[in-house]
């Protein structure tokens, strides 16, 4: 990867409700991407957010009888505790609720109208007479014109098709069941239609490093065509309009949501000091955006249309790492079955380093994958306590009990480092492309050949019989230990610190092999990774609806 900035853009997960394992499996590589660029010295901007608005909060809120903001800040909340839990490292993580935010969309909308792709339309909308009240999309449900299943009105989630009302089928009100009738509004749209060239021509540009299942979402709903879009909302949870007219209507999310990407990014460039227009316009700036399957086209089609239409010359995305489903022994999650895991359970039964690797060496990077219990502690025990711990926990041991925690001077044999050297080029090329899962396949298999190599050496039998040999074999264990911390650090920052602080190792901006300071002492020698037992776990424990609990207290 020659250029020298990054920006990442992690999608922002909907406040409505504890984040699942679906969530954090599409979030997590954005995190890997961050440490991976820091390392490697490249400028690097990480940004997030909630996404707070939006008609599912609402209906939420009026379900319960409170303010929307009261549920959307409770999510927030959540989330950022979930993502410093699991040593996520933005460089913003906000909402859509802030100030600077909802100035920033306003400021984005004003210079699209200036660019004369925004109108005004009257048209007729479904409306409730029972309800006495327009219904938005979500607020509706009908059978789907593709494929003849039930859908909502914005997107079916069978087929994964963009809808929009008008072609949805026996339009039923969400909340009363009755059918919806038809009554004339006004709303803005973008001119969609007349930025399809531009679409398709950066959808040539950059469908190469894309995962195959972007490119065939993206490449179907441009087949489709791309059509105008409303971009205001008959909501009164939101962000204003900036228009005249439309005191009654609020920013649609579809559009101020991705805007938020912008807003992060303006926010955490300001707090390093750096301008942050000229960085996300540089030709030296690469974009990479995680985000799971059913935000696709929103990242593909809807965020390049938008920054198109705000000002061409702002870094379209050019890494899609996007992932497939997770679903839960083999079913699709759901929490009428009782077999949704929420990250909050993860984090309560789990050390976070373990969770960390297991939704990275099992990605759904390609296809759909399936989290399961068994699998994740098998896992854990083998590759974390049985690899990677083991080969740290008994090198050091054997020098803690015996030789007093002493190093001994470093004396590399060639093919350690040679070994070392060819694991961060080809793990660095792998995270460039954004191969995260074959990133982590790559390090275990370093982790095998450090083991290989020390019960060939035997350097059990070395003390005895040949210090010199001993120390020898050992230092290039304790060479290939502090590249393991360093190589690992982006999937496992926790333990790589443990490692590093332990053995007087320097941190680091350089993707390059590191050596150690044979001036350490150390004296205690803790357990890596504990070994976890399959049935002593309970799943169910942080599944819980967590606004409803703390409504019940």
Same mark, same amino acid.
């Given at each position: 990867m020659k250029k020298k900035n990054v920006f990442i853009g992690g999608a922002w997960p909907y406040a409505n409700n504890s984040m699942h394992v679906g969530h954090l499996a599409a979030l997590l590589p954005g995190d890997i991407l961050a440490r991976y660029f820091r390392k490697n010295g490249n400028k690097t901007l990480y940004v997030s957010g909630s996404d707070c608005h939006g008609t599912p909060i609402t209906l939420r809120a009026e379900k319960l009888g409170v303010d929307p903001k009261e549920i959307a800040t409770h999510y927030h909340e959540e989330f950022s505790k =979930?993502? +410093? !839990?699991?040593?996520?490292?933005? !460089?913003?993580?906000? =909402?859509?609720? /802030? /100030?600077?935010? +909802? !100035? =920033?969309v306003k400021k984005k909308l004003l210079n699209i109208d200036k660019n004369n792709l925004l109108y005004s339309k009257t048209e007729l909308e479904d409306f409730c007479p029972c309800c006495n009240k327009y219904v938005s999309d979500r607020e509706i449900v009908g059978i789907c014109p593709i494929c003849g299943n039930t859908a909502d009105g914005d997107q079916c989630d069978k087929c994964l098709t963009a809808l929009t009302p008008d072609i949805l089928k026996d339009k039923k009100c969400k909340v009363c069941k009755s059918n919806t009738v038809l009554k004339e509004n006004t709303h803005l749209y973008l001119k969609l239609s007349e930025l399809t060239d531009k679409v398709k021509s950066y959808y040539e540009k950059y469908k190469d490093n894309w995962r195959q299942t972007a490119v065939n979402e993206t490449a179907k709903y441009l087949k489709e065509g791309l059509r105008d879009r409303a971009i205001t909302r008959q909501l009164n949870w939101g962000i204003d309009i900036p228009f005249d007219g439309f005191d009654d209507k609020k920013v649609y999310v579809w559009i101020e949501a991705v805007i938020g990407y912008l807003s992060a990014g303006a926010e955490a460039a300001k707090n390093q000091g750096f301008d942050f227009e000229e960085f996300i316009r540089s030709n030296d700036t690469v974009s990479y955006y995680a985000h799971g399957k059913d935000n696709i086209v929103f990242h593909t089609v809807i965020l390049p249309a938008l920054l198109c239409a705000i000002d061409e010359t702002i870094s379209k995305p050019e890494m899609i790492v996007s992932c497939e489903y997770i679903n839960m022994n083999e079913e699709k999650m759901s929490k009428s079955k009782g077999n949704l895991v929420t990250v909050n359970s993860l984090i309560q039964n789990f050390d976070s380093d373990s969770i960390r690797y297991y939704f990275i060496f099992n990605n759904p990077e390609r296809k759909d994958s399936s989290f399961s219990l068994d699998e994740f502690v098998a896992l854990h025990n083998k590759h974390l306590v049985g690899g990677y711990g083991n080969f740290i926990n008994r090198n050091l041991a054997f020098l803690s009990k015996k030789f007093e925690g002493k190093l001994p001077e470093l004396n590399l044999d060639k093919e350690v480092k040679e070994e070392v050297a060819k694991a961060y080029q080809e793990v660095g090329d792998l995270i460039d492309k954004g191969e995260l899962r074959s990133a982590a396949t790559r390090l275990y298999d370093f982790i095998q050949f450090a083991n290989k190599y020390y019960d060939q050496s035997t350097p059990w039998v070395l003390a005895k019989t040949n210090i010199e040999e001993f120390n020898k074999v050992t230092s290039n264990c304790i060479y290939m230990i502090v590249n393991m911390?360093?190589?690992?650090?982006?999937?496992?920052? +926790?333990h790589a610190l443990m490692v590093k602080k332990m053995l007087g190792v320097q941190e680091n901006t350089n993707w390059a092999p590191v050596s150690y300071d044979s001036n350490v002492v150390f004296e205690n020698v803790p357990i890596m990774f504990e070994r976890l037992d399959a049935t002593a776990i309970d799943l169910s424990k942080g599944s819980e609806d967590t606004l409803m609990l703390k409504n019940n207290k």
């Open positions: =979930n993502f +410093k !839990d699991l040593w996520f490292s933005y !460089d913003m993580y906000t =909402n859509t609720m /802030q /100030q600077f935010h +909802k !100035d =920033n911390a360093n190589l690992y650090e982006p999937i496992l920052p +926790k």
